[in-house]
Each structure stands twice: as C-alpha cells, then as structure tokens.
C-alpha cells in the first residue's frame, strides 16, 4: 500500500493567508508527490460541536471545498470530500467510543481549556462542555483511522489529538486484532516554520487574535485593505531598516523565493518606505494567489460543479470505507449470524484432537486405527479376536505414547513417525 497523508479542516469560518501557507499549500503540494495517497476532507461534523449556526457550516463547507480545488488540489488524484458523506466514520467512532478511557479524554486540552474557563467564572466544571465536545478526539481518531493514514499533518494544537489516536489505535489492535495490525498508528506532522506565519499584530494569524488576511474572501481590495494594516515601526521612508522581527517581512518570505527575499530585506535596509513595501507585498500575494481566486470565485458561484466533485470523492472514500467498516464489525462480533456458525466450525477444527477409533470389520475381528485432527490415518492395528485387547492397546499407546509402539506392536504405521508422534502428544496432553 502506497503512503497515506489526511488532513481535514473544520468548517466554522473561511480561510486565511495563515491556513494556505501552514495547510493548504503544502497539502496540495505533498499530493502530488509519487506513492503518496491523500485524503482531503471538510471536518462538518466537527464543526456542529462549536457552531450552531447551520447556514454558517453550510457555506464554510462549501468555501473551504472550494478553496481547496482554487488552490490546486488534483481531485483526479486525491480524494477529497465531505466527512458527513460518510456514514462509516459515525459508526466507526461509536467502535473507538467503546476502547477509549475517559480518564484520557478528561485530559485533552479542548476539553480542559472550557473546564478552566468554567471554573474561572465560578460555574460548574462542565456548564458548557457538550458530550460532542468531550468525545471531540474519538471522532477524529476516527478520521483518521477510516483510512488508515499514516501521516497527518495538523498545527501544534493538533499533535495531542494524533496521540490519543494512536491509543486508541493500539488499544483496538491488541483487543481485536487476534495478531493483525487492524489500525495503522499515525504520526503527526507538524511544519514549525509554516506554524509561524504572522497576522497583521506580529502575533500567530488566527481568527481568534482578529488579525487575519483573508485568503480569497472580499477580493484583491480585502488583501490590500489587510495588508496596509501590518503594523511596523514607525521609520520614515528613506531611512534605513531592520527587516528581521517584522511580520511584514515574515508574511513576505512565505511567498518569496530566495532571491526575492534578499532583495526585499536589502531594499528595507536602504531605506524603503513602508507603504511602498506593502504595495511590493500586495502584488507578490496578488500574483499567486489572483488567478486562484478567479477559480475560487467561479465554483462558488456554480455549487453545482463543486457538489459534483465532493459526490466523486465521498464515492472514493467510501470504496475504502465500506469494506473496512465491514471486518471492524467482525472483529468486534457484530456479524451476520452465518458468519458466526463458520468461525465457531473453523475453531473447532483448530482445537480439533486426534482421534483412535474402534470398530469390527466383516471378517470378525477387532481393529482400531489412529486418525489425525484432519482426519488422516496414522496408525492402523491388525485384527485382535477380542474387542477387549484392541482396547488395552489404545488405553497404552494413549498412557505410554511413542513408548507403547515397540516393534512387535500389533500396529501398522501409516504416516511419517513424527506426525504420529505428534498426535499421540497430543491425546496426552488433553
Ligand atoms: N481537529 C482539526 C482542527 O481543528 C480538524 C480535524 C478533524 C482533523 N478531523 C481531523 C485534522 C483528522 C486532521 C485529521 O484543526
């Protein structure tokens, strides 16, 4: 199996300069490497545990899908789709519900963050935690299990949820399993620079901090009108400047190449004003990201074609979904009650013993033959006269093993001496 990498984003807002140059960016790049196999996906289930402002999920839903195919993603190649388009990843939670401790949940950060916060204002502990956003991390653990993906990446907030995973994951393996690895443990990845892309106040680009550049959202006026808001220091045009520290040139570098950074920080240490710096800025954005917008803007405008994309990839997704949904609930006895009768036979031939029979041929006598679990002859006795003397031998060669089957024993070998003695080992244990 080629290499897994799934990535999802919850959909509670449109994105920013800061989820295109950590997430997106890198993701479509990633995707097109060889042997790499990636899975995309809009975390709406994950969004009803914060937002309960239906039309909000909708159209974030449908700018994030859209923002993903604007910047590049090959959906030929990838596998992009709606989580709610996949029964299978509800019911697979329900599964890992049922592995996971509470204690471990007690301690994820979501979770502890809104006890604190609760705590704080002198409420009960969980006056606002929903059981959605308490079981927030089984439900991610199985995003990414679904898939069995083996890299995740994710921002640093992310990497405690990629651990409890693989909890769960090992959990589930060693309770289920029976010796197969069921689950893949993931790894997080975590890109530190793409981490640290600045907002306008020089703090992390986060919706939270109300220092976000808009991705597409608002057209090139919005990118211009955010742009003109980084805050600098306060030196005049022409006198010179010290490009490190500042966000602008921060946000400049994660658009620029080598040469183009050189050059920009030369420039501000020669004295270039910081209006023009921003137009540079402006323009250097505009450049890449201008043409996607364009895309950006036709899908939205046509649901239509985007709707149809996310039908291809949930049809994707749920080729692999489906059938592994199917062993998970074996492995756990949730099985058609056919399949119950096969495993219990195919257990039964496992523990299967061999086996001496007794019988009276046509001419008489008493015979008695060794038969293995599988029903193979291994020994075959001669005739005795008395059926009593045929069971005295089989009462030894049970008692002595190998030891009873001297050479004037009244008994044929019919298979190789280790198969028969493995079998006669074998009535003795039981
Ligand atoms: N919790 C992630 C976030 O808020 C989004 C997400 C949901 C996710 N399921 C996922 C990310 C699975 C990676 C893999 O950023």
Same mark, same amino acid.
């Given at each position: 199996?080629?290499?897994?990498?799934?990535?999802?984003?919850?959909?509670?807002?449109?994105?920013?300069?800061? @989820?295109?140059?950590? !997430?997106?960016?890198? =993701? *479509?790049? %990633?995707?097109? +490497?060889? /042997?790499? &196999?990636?899975?995309?996906?809009?975390?709406?289930?994950?969004?009803?545990?914060?937002?309960?402002?239906?039309?909000?999920?909708?159209?974030?839903?449908?700018?994030?899908?859209?923002?993903?195919?604007?910047?590049?993603?090959?959906?030929?190649?990838?596998?992009?789709?709606?989580?709610?388009?996949?029964?299978?990843?509800?019911?697979?939670?329900?599964?890992?519900?049922?592995?996971?401790?509470?204690?471990?949940? @007690?301690?994820?950060? !979501?979770?502890?963050? =809104? *006890?604190? %916060?609760?705590? +704080?204002? /002198?409420? &009960?502990?969980?006056?606002?935690?929903?059981?959605?956003?308490?079981?927030?991390?089984?439900?991610?653990?199985?995003?990414?299990?679904?898939?069995?993906?083996?890299?995740?990446?994710?921002?640093?907030?992310?990497?405690?949820?990629?651990?409890?995973?693989?909890?769960?994951?090992?959990?589930?393996?060693?309770?289920?399993?029976?010796?197969?690895?069921?689950?893949?443990?993931?790894?997080?990845?975590?890109?530190?620079?793409?981490?640290?892309?600045?907002?306008?106040?020089?703090?992390?680009?986060?919706?939270?901090?109300?220092?976000?550049?808009?991705?597409?959202?608002?057209?090139?006026?919005?990118?211009?009108?955010?742009?003109?808001?980084?805050?600098?220091?306060?030196?005049?045009?022409?006198?010179?400047?010290?490009?490190?520290?500042?966000?602008?040139?921060?946000?400049?570098?994660?658009?620029?190449?080598?040469?183009?950074?050189?050059?920009?920080?030369?420039?501000?240490?020669?004295?270039?004003?910081?209006?023009?710096?921003?137009?540079?800025?402006?323009?250097?954005?505009?450049?890449?990201?201008?043409?996607?917008?364009?895309?950006?803007?036709?899908?939205?405008?046509?649901?239509?074609?985007?709707?149809?994309?996310?039908?291809?990839?949930?049809?994707?997704?749920?080729?692999?979904?489906?059938?592994?949904?199917?062993?998970?609930?074996?492995?756990?006895?949730?099985?058609?009650?056919?399949?119950?009768?096969?495993?219990?036979?195919?257990?039964?031939?496992?523990?299967?013993?061999?086996?001496?029979?007794?019988?009276?041929?046509?001419?008489?006598?008493?015979?008695?033959?060794?038969?293995?679990?599988?029903?193979?002859?291994?020994?075959?006795?001669?005739?005795?006269?008395?059926?009593?003397?045929?069971?005295?031998?089989?009462?030894?060669?049970?008692?002595?093993?190998?030891?009873?089957?001297?050479?004037?024993?009244?008994?044929?070998?019919?298979?190789?001496?280790?198969?028969?003695?493995?079998?006669?080992?074998?009535?003795?244990?039981?």
């Amino acid at each position: 199996m080629s290499h897994r990498v799934l990535t999802g984003i919850t959909t509670t807002g449109t994105l920013h300069l800061g @989820n295109y140059v950590g !997430a997106i960016r890198p =993701a *479509v790049a %990633a995707s097109r +490497a060889p /042997g790499v &196999e990636s899975f995309f996906f809009m975390a709406d289930f994950h969004a009803l545990i914060k937002c309960d402002e239906p039309d909000r999920i909708a159209r974030s839903s449908r700018a994030i899908a859209a923002t993903w195919v604007a910047a590049g993603l090959d959906t030929e190649r990838v596998t992009l789709y709606r989580q709610s388009d996949i029964p299978e990843i509800p019911e697979l939670t329900w599964l890992l519900t049922c592995v996971t401790a509470k204690g471990q949940m @007690n301690r994820a950060h !979501a979770y502890k963050a =809104a *006890v604190d %916060a609760a705590t +704080a204002a /002198g409420e &009960e502990p969980d006056a606002h935690v929903t059981m959605g956003l308490f079981s927030y991390p089984v439900l991610m653990a199985a995003d990414i299990l679904m898939f069995n993906a083996h890299r995740v990446p994710v921002g640093k907030d992310q990497v405690q949820h990629i651990e409890m995973t693989r909890d769960i994951a090992q959990r589930f393996n060693h309770l289920f399993g029976q010796g197969r690895e069921l689950f893949v443990l993931p790894e997080a990845v975590v890109d530190a620079e793409m981490e640290l892309l600045p907002g306008l106040d020089g703090r992390k680009m986060s919706k939270s901090y109300d220092n976000v550049i808009p991705l597409f959202e608002g057209g090139s006026a919005a990118l211009k009108e955010a742009i003109a808001r980084i805050v600098t220091d306060s030196k005049l045009p022409g006198e010179p400047k010290d490009p490190e520290g500042q966000a602008l040139v921060t946000i400049y570098d994660a658009f620029a190449t080598p040469a183009q950074r050189a050059a920009f920080r030369a420039a501000l240490r020669a004295g270039l004003g910081w209006g023009e710096a921003k137009q540079q800025l402006v323009a250097l954005i505009e450049g890449q990201i201008g043409p996607m917008r364009a895309r950006y803007e036709a899908l939205m405008a046509h649901p239509e074609e985007l709707e149809a994309i996310l039908q291809d990839g949930a049809t994707k997704a749920r080729a692999i979904a489906v059938p592994f949904l199917k062993t998970l609930r074996a492995a756990v006895g949730l099985r058609p009650y056919t399949d119950t009768a096969q495993t219990a036979a195919a257990k039964a031939e496992k523990t299967a013993l061999p086996v001496f029979k007794q019988y009276r041929e046509a001419d008489g006598k008493f015979y008695f033959k060794l038969l293995s679990a599988g029903g193979d002859l291994l020994l075959q006795s001669t005739g005795f006269d008395q059926g009593r003397d045929a069971g005295q031998w089989v009462a030894r060669l049970k008692r002595d093993g190998l030891a009873a089957l001297t050479v004037d024993a009244p008994v044929q070998r019919e298979a190789a001496e280790a198969d028969i003695a493995a079998a006669l080992a074998a009535l003795q244990a039981a």
